[in-house]
């Protein structure tokens, strides 16, 4: 009982600091929110291991509230792609094998590969400037580690050549394999929190590139794009261990 009273509390403060007000259609939509929040945070965080299965009943249990909310907080997360809903079965964390990560990770490779050696006769001063400008925040978000953030530079970063190689559908694939992989990332990166800003091998990669990209070398460039991101692959590390059960994180 206790335990349940100091989990209202929480869901109480949230909502005061998000400036909500009660209502009967406003309370649903911010318990859903609530309940996203926290399950994408247990994600992001690396708390709930990939495979675990999100049961209703248990969320339900310890916050005292009706199915609907999580159902609609659920249905978020699995439009972000950080969950699978099976049919009949349930909802589960993303959980993909070996086989489909290298799958597609090699795939981004051939891809970008090719962007960039198709973006550089389009690249120019400002584009490089902007470039370095991103490897700069990349280095700040090592030092505070905040891999959340680093994730949106670094997309930002890769973003920032795919985008002028001309090609919308190269563009548009690229991309969405590249958000693919931020999701293996976030499960499975590990060098990222045992590195700094200097000793960073994917910062100092990024530098390369660049350096490629103003000696206008197009089958450099795309061969450093191509290994950097082989680097990327290499760093997961799929046997992580620590993770806390589902009703812990409520």
Known sequence: MFNKIVQLKCLSEWMQQKGIVNGMSKSKETIEMFIYHKLRDSILKRQLAPGNQLVENVIADKLNVGRT???????KLAEEGLVNIIPNRGAFVIQPTKDE???????????????????????????????ERLCDEE??????????????INKAFHMSYIRKCANLFLIDFAER??????????????????TSAQTAPGAAEHREIIRAFRAKNAELAGMMVRSHIANAMNTLQIDNVQFASLGDIF
Not at 101 to 130: G, K, N, T, W
Not at 139 to 152: C, E, H, M, V
């Open 69 to 75: 909310p999580i159902r609609g907080a659920i249905r």
């Open 101 to 131: 990560i290298v799958q597609a990770y090699e795939l981004r490779m051939e891809l970008e590969q090719l962007a960039a050696r198709l973006s550089v006769p389009f690249m120019e001063e400002p584009d490089y400037a902007e470039m």
């Open 139 to 152: 280095g700040q978000t090592i030092q505070n580690s905040d891999f959340r953030a680093y994730l949106q």
């Open 177 to 194: 394999l590249m958000d693919q992989t931020n999701i293996y990332l976030i499960l499975y990166e590990t060098v990222f929190f045992h």
